[in-house]
């Protein structure tokens, strides 16, 4: 199974012999566990193909959900829920592997609350994510009675099914300016309606499993900033799943008002100019890609691609248009591509470079889940005035 390789080849060996030894396993052959991860991989698989079937399945789900937590948003998450003395141990640990299979092993609980942490973040730029305004320094409540409050509403809401589970925790979220923002995330796990597939009830006949399936949704609450997130399936559902949450947690009617849209002004690209950056950031020359215009009565499109590395938008359509270049006017900008290039660092030993496109009025396929997306989403697009705040 290409997962369980992949774990014994980026997992030091003590830490895969605590993990696989824990099955009780019958190694055939001697493992040298202090070797390379070359002479450990031939001696594991092999224990691995004498257990049973349904053994065989759990060690490859394990592996799975460790190789997940392996992403940029994965190990943010495991830091995020691990308290101080599990933060130092998994900062000495240099494989990202490594971290994620140390606290699926020795703190479950912690784990699959990083998991849940990893889901939120992974959705949070997505079609599953809206975010709320809410009074700041609430407390969330966090006793039986808070907690069922939500549970009744969940079941109300959704009139799918009964069992309802609860989860409370704090974590943490990187901020831009390298602090940490303070949340309380909220997990809900609720059953959804019968459903079933085939399957074979003996030797020869096949019948329906029915089971329930476990939706999640999940809720955070900034005290500092006051805002609400929420993810779930339906867009339609989340303002009233947000008001649900102030009323059940918060102790609060809010009234669930969406966070201002962000608006990006493509006019600032008119001019040719350059993008400063601070140089702690590691960001070179920040270049303009594409550009692409609509004339003013909206009748047609005008696009202009700089294709080599060194060459200048506005440099190429004052060469092509001379006098009728569209930077001079008579268009106005819709789409802009930029290039962002980052110098070599640990984690991208060859740098890696940014492709961001912005749309007006408010698209951008900026996703913020690594840092590096983070510092040009929240700090660069202000400064450079491109990124503006509108209430709704």
């Known amino acids: 199974m290409p997962v369980i390789s992949r774990l014994i080849r980026n997992v030091p060996g003590t830490e895969l012999r605590d993990y696989f030894t824990g099955f009780g396993m019958t190694f055939l052959d001697p493992v040298n566990w202090d070797g390379g991860n070359g002479e450990i991989i031939e001696p594991v698989l092999k224990a691995v193909d004498t257990l049973t079937e349904i053994e065989r399945e759990r060690i490859r789900l394990d592996c799975d959900r460790v190789d997940r937590?392996?992403?940029v948003v994965g190990q943010t998450a495991i830091m995020s829920v691990a308290d101080v003395a599990q933060q130092d141990h998994l900062r000495d640990m240099g494989v990202r592997h490594a971290r994620a299979l140390w606290?699926?092993?020795?703190?479950?609980?912690?784990?699959?609350?990083?998991?849940?942490?990893?889901?939120?973040?992974?959705?949070?730029?997505?079609r599953t994510w809206d975010a709320f305004v809410a009074p700041k320094g609430l407390a969330v409540g966090r006793n039986g009675d808070r907690r069922n409050a939500l549970a009744a509403e969940v079941r109300r809401f959704f009139r799918e099914g009964e069992k309802v589970k609860i989860e409370v925790f704090d974590r943490t979220r990187p901020d831009v300016d390298g602090g940490v923002k303070s949340l309380v995330q909220v997990t809900v796990y609720r059953e959804g309606l019968p459903d079933s597939v085939e399957v074979f009830k003996d030797q020869d006949s096949i019948g329906p499993l029915v089971y329930r399936p476990v939706y999640e949704l999940g809720f955070t609450y900034e005290a500092a900033s006051g805002v609400i997130e929420v993810v779930g399936d339906r867009k339609a559902d989340r303002r009233d799943l947000a008001k649900v949450f102030?009323?059940?947690?918060?102790?609060?009617?809010?009234?669930?008002?969406?966070?201002?849209?962000?608006?990006?002004?493509?006019?600032?690209?008119?001019?040719?100019?350059?993008?400063?950056?601070?140089?702690?950031?590691?960001?070179?020359?920040?270049?303009?890609r594409v550009v692409k215009f609509e004339t003013l009565d909206e009748s047609a499109f005008l696009t202009i691609e700089a294709r080599l590395a060194e060459d200048n938008v506005h440099s190429l359509a004052g060469q092509l248009f001379e006098e009728r270049n569209p930077f001079l006017g008579g268009y106005r900008i819709r789409e802009v591509v930029l290039s962002v290039p980052f110098e070599p660092d640990d984690i991208n030993p060859r740098g890696r470079t940014i492709s961001l496109k912005l749309r007006h009025p408010n698209g951008c396929d900026l996703k913020d889940k690594t840092d590096k997306e983070r510092l040009i989403g929240e700090k660069y697009l202000r400064r450079w005035g491109i990124l503006q705040d509108l209430t709704t």
């Open 246 to 288: 102030a009323k059940t947690l918060l102790n609060h009617s809010a009234d669930a008002t969406p966070l201002p849209l962000r608006h990006y002004d493509l006019s600032v690209f008119m001019t040719d100019r350059r993008f400063a950056t601070d140089p702690q950031d590691g960001i070179g020359i920040v270049r303009v």
């Open 103 to 126: 606290l699926f092993r020795t703190d479950p609980a912690k784990f699959r609350k990083a998991e849940d942490v990893a889901f939120f973040e992974n959705a949070r730029k997505g």
């Open 69 to 71: 937590m392996r992403t």
